[in-house]
């Protein structure tokens, strides 16, 4: 998108609103009181730990891309680490479970 007025926005989000769940914190339309951002992507953040699981449903004709920050956790059956991402193209849900102190971006994007 062009022409459009630079701004800023600043929101937090609390441990408490991403722990065992994906949390909305940026997307084009501010859904959910999410950061408005002018692209045709929407990120969540979690945190994991134990038995905690999250499912989010994804449009196969997207990719979505998942960043471990910290700790360690399963997406989609797949062990990764702080650090690690992983790419999913044509898939139809991101799934999140055995956490270990375990930090995660998702973010949804146009493919």
């Known amino acids: 998108v062009t022409g459009i007025e630079p701004g800023y926005e600043q929101k937090s989000f609390t441990?408490?609103?991403?722990q065992g769940a994906l949390r909305l914190v940026a997307s084009p339309d501010g859904a959910q009181d999410s950061v408005l951002i002018h692209a045709d992507a929407k990120l969540y953040s979690g945190l994991f730990d134990g038995?905690?699981?999250a499912e989010l449903a994804l449009n196969p004709a997207r990719?979505?891309?998942?960043q471990v920050v910290r700790g360690e956790i399963e997406v989609n059956g797949?062990?990764?680490s702080g650090g690690d991402a992983a790419l999913l193209e044509g898939?139809?849900?991101?799934?999140l479970?055995?956490?270990k102190d375990a930090e995660v971006l998702?973010?949804?994007l146009q493919a």
């Open 51 to 53: 038995p905690e699981v």
């Open 78 to 80: 797949t062990a990764l």
């Open 97 to 99: 479970a055995q956490g």
């Open 63 to 66: 990719k979505a891309y998942v």
């Open 15 to 18: 441990d408490a609103e991403k």
């Open 106 to 108: 998702v973010f949804d």
């Open 91 to 95: 898939e139809s849900r991101v799934a």
